[in-house]
């Protein structure tokens, strides 16, 4: 076989590979949702638990059915209370698979909205440092935060990276 090529074999392994990755995904996904049903019964609140998988990650987001202000006191203040509960719920996760998740949590949207108020503020940020040829360093913030940030950052054709240590951990963007 010359270099560059790949076997069906090859193909075959990646492929059952993925479909893995996908499978414990997604028992992760369902591990964590019995855990979050529970959770709603125990604090007698409505939602429905939508589950997915994206990229290297499972999705639970718990969505309300129109009154989503009773599911706001799980998001808490700039979202501390979700940020808990996406801990426990991993623990959760932990303690029934034995393995470390990345399961990534949502309520009533919150980080859904908080994704794309953070893409604006990476392109902002971005189009900042390109004109001025100044980093532009950005207000402390946590690890999804930042990520959603590097992400939009890098779509915009530059670098940034983190610095300090947590909780004042904040993303400074680099100019070309």
């Not at 980080?111 to 990476?122: V, Y």
Request: net charge negative; proline share 2%; charged share 30%.
């Amino acid at each position: 076989m010359t270099e560059g090529t790949t076997s069906a074999v090859e193909v075959e392994a990646a492929a059952s590979a993925d479909e893995g990755l996908i499978a414990r995904l997604e028992q992760e996904g369902d591990i964590a949702a019995d855990y979050l049903e529970g959770l709603l019964d125990i604090a007698d609140l409505d939602g429905d638990i939508d589950m997915d998988v994206e990229g290297d990650r499972a999705l639970v987001s718990i969505v309300g059915d129109g009154n989503d202000r009773a599911l706001q006191r799980l998001v808490g203040q700039d979202g501390e209370v979700l940020e808990a509960l996406q801990e426990l719920t991993r623990l959760a996760v932990h303690r029934e698979t034995g393995e470390r998740s990345r399961l990534m949590l949502d309520i009533a949207g919150f980080r859904a909205r908080k994704r794309s108020e953070l893409a604006t503020l990476g392109a902002q940020a971005a189009e900042q440092a390109k004109s001025t040829g100044e980093q532009v360093k950005l207000r402390p913030m946590t690890p999804f935060e930042r990520k959603v940030v590097h992400d939009a950052v890098a779509a915009a054709g530059l670098r940034s990276e983190s610095e300090g240590e947590e909780p004042q951990r904040c993303v400074v963007v680099l100019p070309a």
